[in-house]
């Protein structure tokens, strides 16, 4: 069964940077497309972005307000997806999944990794 | 960006009920790429619905998807007790890829 691990959370303050990761297992990883979505506590869920596998390219795409401060990335060898956030603000607190699917969807989640901006 | 719409915002209903949620996307979704999501609180989400009608894997057959285009349904045909949670719609779009949820309905106990 396909198990998706995240690791890398904690307090961070504004205009800082982390690296998340998120350990998969139980399914070929280097053919999948990965992804990470966050959840404000409470809130509901929006989509950070993906990197597709590398026989499609290993490219990455993201929506509009995650473009140029989050970088997506993947080491198949280790089975491992990252997300590389930068010049944090306090309304990047939120839970952050990562997924995979295929048509479209998203049938695996992880437990997700909670991430606080806060001075 | 495709936006989606999810009416109503909460569901009071009972046990043995019928759950009807809908989904609106701001433009047609090419491919049906519609999703739907069930989330109880401190749990990621699950998969009911891909496809806009596909049940997920394990996914008790009371739940049913169905719509095309702009509108989208899920329903649940008799509530049970460990149904009430939130529930979000997803949509992905190819070129380029993108995705994105739906803002969620609260489905509670009446």
């Known amino acids: 069964e396909a198990q998706l691990v995240e690791s890398g959370g904690g307090l961070v303050k504004p205009g800082g940077s982390l690296r998340l990761s998120c350990a998969a297992s139980?399914?070929?990883?280097?053919?999948?497309?990965m992804n990470w979505v966050r959840q404000v506590p409470g809130k509901g869920l929006e989509w950070v972005g993906l990197?597709?596998?590398?026989?499609?390219?290993?490219?990455?795409h993201y929506p509009a307000p995650m473009k140029g401060r989050f970088t997506i990335s993947r080491d198949d060898s280790k089975n491992t997806l990252y997300l590389q956030m930068n010049s944090l603000k306090t309304e990047d607190t939120a839970i952050y999944y990562c997924?995979?699917?295929?048509?479209?969807?998203?049938?695996?989640w992880g437990q997700g990794t909670l991430v606080t901006v806060s001075s | 960006e495709i936006v989606l719409t999810q009416s109503p915002g909460t569901l009071s209903l009972s046990p043995g009920e019928r759950a009807t949620l809908s989904c609106r996307a701001s433009?047609?979704?090419?491919?049906?790429?519609l999703a739907w999501y069930q989330q109880k609180p401190g749990q990621a989400p699950r998969l009911l619905i891909y496809?806009?009608?596909s049940r997920a894997t394990g996914i008790p057959d009371r739940f049913s998807g169905s719509g095309s285009g702009t509108d989208f349904t899920l329903t649940i045909s008799r509530l049970e007790p460990e149904d009430f949670a939130m529930y979000y719609c997803?949509?992905?779009?190819?070129?380029?890829?993108?995705?994105?949820f739906g803002q969620g309905t609260k489905l509670e106990i009446k």
């Open positions: 997924a995979t699917g295929d048509s479209g969807s998203y049938s695996w």
């Open positions: 139980g399914f070929t990883f280097s053919k999948a497309w």
């Open positions: 990197i597709k596998r590398i026989t499609d390219g290993g490219t990455t």
């Open positions: 433009q047609s979704l090419i491919g049906n790429y």
């Open positions: 496809g806009a009608s």
């Open positions: 997803q949509q992905y779009s190819t070129s380029p890829p993108m995705y994105s």
